[in-house]
């Protein structure tokens, strides 16, 4: 149960003092009796709210409830809205202090040289999955547990080579994760690769007669 305080601040144009517990407000163009317990807030437009949906703001005239998913969207709305121009300040920022970035980035390798050893040897293992990651797997319809399982099943090496991957992520600076390579006419998965590989049957165009023709010039010249 609610004190009329409590209750006020759910509906207080509607809050029916008289009754402890309970609330009048409006849906569509009825009126509706709600029992109140447990919902500590109705939001304008996700409804009767519990505990766990809203954020508690203390203020100077007591504590105000805020919708979490309200709050959520909003953040979108302005995240997307001032995104480019963040994007922007950033290049701009790179630029500007270039040398100074690539020191500090050479001076904590020098620092860290076991943290780096690790992760140039465990490549992404253990690390999020980026967004543009997320979406190749949604592309290919597989999951993220079936992606780590043909990691394990591959003992995260490539499938042509039989090597780690080695190629860094411009972005961040560490190792990839491996690529997952499809037929390009079927969209059927086939195995994980390393940049490399994955990038050299790409240019190559999966054609079968010119990788062949490709080894026969490797086998002449070396003779």
């Known amino acids: 149960m609610y004190t009329l305080l409590a209750k006020s601040r759910v509906a207080p144009e509607e809050a029916d003092s008289h009754r402890s517990g309970f609330a009048l407000h409006l849906v569509g ?3 509706r009796e709600v ?8 939001c304008k437009f996700h ?3 519990l505990d766990s949906q809203v954020r508690k703001i203390k203020q100077k005239r007591g504590i105000r409830f805020n919708c979490l998913q309200c709050e959520m969207e909003s953040q979108a709305k302005t995240y997307e809205k001032y ?3 963040r994007l922007e300040r950033a290049r701009k920022y790179r630029a500007i202090h270039k040398e100074r970035l690539a020191k500090w980035a050479r001076d904590d390798r020098a620092r860290n040289k076991a943290k780096y050893q690790l992760l140039n040897k465990n490549g992404s293992l253990g690390r999020n999955y980026p967004k543009r990651l997320l979406e190749i797997l949604k592309s290919r319809c597989l999951t993220k547990d079936q992606y780590d399982a043909m990691i394990e099943a591959q003992n995260n090496k490539c499938a ?3 090597q780690t991957e080695t190629c860094k992520d411009p972005s961040n600076d560490c190792v990839r ?12 998965v086939r195995e994980l690769l390393c940049h490399s590989c994955n990038s050299g049957i790409g240019k190559f165009k999966e054609d079968i007669e010119l990788l062949r023709a490709a080894i026969a010039y490797i086998e002449k010249h070396n003779r």
């Open 160 to 162: 042509i080579c039989n």
């Open 47 to 49: 409804g009767e709210l």
């Open 35 to 42: 029992f109140m317990e447990n919902i500590v807030k109705i």
């Open 177 to 188: 994760r491996l690529s997952i390579d499809h037929n390009h006419t079927t969209g059927e």
């Open 29 to 31: 163009k009825n009126t």
């Open 83 to 85: 995104k480019e121009e």
